[in-house]
């Protein structure tokens, strides 16, 4: 059977078992089956038995509720693909509209010192690094698998980033405190609500990489001023009902509070600038 009629198939499978979007998941899961690339999944091949087998076994998986991601082992994001695993937050879509905002930040800045608060795969601080390579990037997180994919996704893609394992900005130098350009985070902020409700594959990930409301954002926006310099910046991804919230905690200690859309324009950022 070539590849497009096992593309179509796959995808008729997926469809049926209610996957969102089926043509694109099939092919990720028919290429990473083939070890080919989109090319060669449509060149005029045939499919052996041992493909065919495997390419079954990663549908029943994914119909299951394994998220597509720890089938394939990568999840692009921006101009990046990422190494991903069990155990360690998948990067999401809407998370690019933050890089994307601290890199405007970051404009006209020379040698910015940044953090990223969460690293999880390092999605935000490679990102940054690689848009940036004038940047100092360092990224902490609690978790030690995370730590370590971080680095192996650093290497992978040639860049220098800073790992450091620990709770939000306790792992810092104590050099950098009054220098940072700008403190980035994707914390977790699902709601217990939210949590309840969440589909099997979002599930996948760390219930900690997930759960946290607006408590992370509380403790950021406390300890944020200490490390930033005169008009440095805090970028916070936020839940889309979580503005007004986010918003009261800044207000405290910051000024120039935006509340940003992401591209579906649900609130999705917050970003303000260290007061004084």
């Known amino acids: 059977m070539e590849g497009s009629r096992l593309v179509r198939k796959a995808a008729g ?11 694109a ?30 390419i079954a076994r ?8 394994v998220p597509l991601q720890h089938l394939t082992g990568e999840q692009p994001f921006l101009d990046l693909t990422l190494a991903v695993r069990p155990g360690v937050f998948i990067p999401r879509p809407e998370t690019e509209t933050v890089v994307e905002r601290a890199l405007e930040i970051l404009e006209g800045i020379e040698g910015p010192v940044v953090v990223d608060v969460g690293t999880g795969t ?5 990102s940054i690094k690689r848009a940036r390579p004038d940047a100092r990037v360092l990224a902490t997180d609690r978790s030690p698998g995370a730590i370590a994919l971080a680095g192996e996704n650093a290497a992978r893609h040639g860049l220098e980033i800073e790992l450091l394992p620990g709770d939000l900005l306790a792992p810092l130098p104590g ?27 979002v599930l996948a990930d760390p219930r900690e990489a997930l759960l946290g409301g607006i408590e992370v954002h509380r ?41 940003l859309p992401d591209l579906a324009g649900r609130d999705r950022v917050a970003l303000a600038r260290r007061d004084g």
């Open 13 to 23: 499978y997926l469809e049926a078992r209610g996957i969102a979007s089926p043509h």
């Open 122 to 126: 390092g999605a935000i601080a490679l």
């Open 25 to 54: 998941e099939a092919e990720a899961l028919v290429m990473y089956a083939l070890g080919t690339d989109r090319t060669g999944l449509y060149s005029d091949r045939a499919i052996g038995l041992g493909a065919a087998t495997r």
């Open 219 to 259: 403790r950021l926006t406390e300890e944020a001023p200490r490390w930033l310099r005169p008009g440095g910046r805090l970028v916070m991804e936020i839940g889309e009902t979580q503005g007004a919230e986010v918003r009261a905690l800044l207000e405290g200690g910051f000024a120039d509070i935006r509340i």
């Open 58 to 65: 990663a549908l029943c998986r994914r119909c299951e509720g």
């Open 175 to 201: 050099e950098l405190r009054g220098r940072l350009s700008l403190i980035v985070s994707n914390p977790p902020y699902v709601t217990e609500e939210e949590y309840a409700a969440l589909p099997r594959e």
